[in-house]
């Protein structure tokens, strides 16, 4: 079935690298994104990659596509605290009509000074 | 534009009330979603819409109807409020099938039934 699996809760200072990583189980996703949801707020797209890339570098952002193995992750060089937020890791829906995405449980990140 | 709103922010219902939950956007999107988001569990789908006049249920339909008379506006009711039904409730909408198919998400509406 279709199913989005990611760690809960990562916790970094100030200045290090944060790393979320993700499973997905659809190999036809076209693309696979990250939502951020900030605290009180509706989730905005972070970043996203196309399936025939292996990686895609925006900024601070990396996301690196594994799809042999169906995994995604995403690392934020010099996290600051304005990177406290919840990330989700979403695919395409197998319904195809639907255009619904189907989301992780989100991993929250908190960023210590 | 002010993308997708979400009427009301807050509410709090006495278990058995009815309400409506009000979500529009002015980006001339095909399609609609309801969502609800509570703590460990992501977002879950509740409705969603491939265009005006259409509705479809999503994966966890039970206890709540939707409506899409107008492209613009997508209602999410309950007709008899459950203690279940506390959550925070998304709304979304997508331009089409085509391309990134970015979802753009309203705000929320924080729900608490008593």
């Known amino acids: 079935g279709e199913d989005v699996e990611q760690s809960l809760f990562l916790s970094v200072r100030e200045g290090d690298s944060s790393v979320i990583n993700c499973t997905y189980t659809?190999?036809?996703?076209?693309?696979l994104y990250w939502y951020k949801q900030e605290p009180g707020a509706g989730l905005q797209l972070l970043t996203y990659?196309?399936?025939?890339?292996d990686m895609k570098q925006d900024q601070r952002l990396t996301v690196l596509l594994n799809k042999k193995d169906k995994h995604l992750s995403l690392r934020i060089a010099d996290t600051q605290t304005g990177d406290s937020a919840i990330y989700f890791c979403?695919?395409?829906?197998?319904?195809?009509?639907?255009?619904?995405?189907?989301f992780g449980k989100g991993t929250k990140l908190s960023v210590k000074p | 534009n002010a993308g997708v709103t979400q009427t009301p922010k807050f509410r709090v219902l006495k278990t058995g009330q009815s309400m409506t939950l009000l979500c529009a956007q002015d980006?001339?999107?095909?399609?609609m979603y309801w969502y609800r988001q509570d703590p460990g569990m992501g977002l879950r789908l509740i409705h969603y819409?491939?265009?005006?006049?259409?509705?479809a249920k999503g994966e966890v339909p039970d206890g709540y109807n939707v409506s899409r008379l107008k492209k613009q506006n997508f209602l999410l009711g309950l007709e008899s409020a459950a203690p279940s039904q506390t959550s925070v409730y998304f709304c979304?909408?997508?331009?089409?099938?085509?391309?990134?198919?970015?979802?753009?998400f309203g705000p929320g509406t924080r729900l608490t039934v008593l």
């Open positions: 979403a695919e395409r829906g197998h319904g195809g009509s639907q255009g619904n995405l189907i």
């Open positions: 659809d190999s036809s996703s076209t693309y």
């Open positions: 990659i196309f399936s025939n890339m």
């Open positions: 980006m001339n999107h095909e399609y």
């Open positions: 819409s491939v265009g005006e006049g259409t509705t």
């Open positions: 979304a909408s997508l331009l089409g099938l085509a391309g990134l198919n970015e979802q753009f």
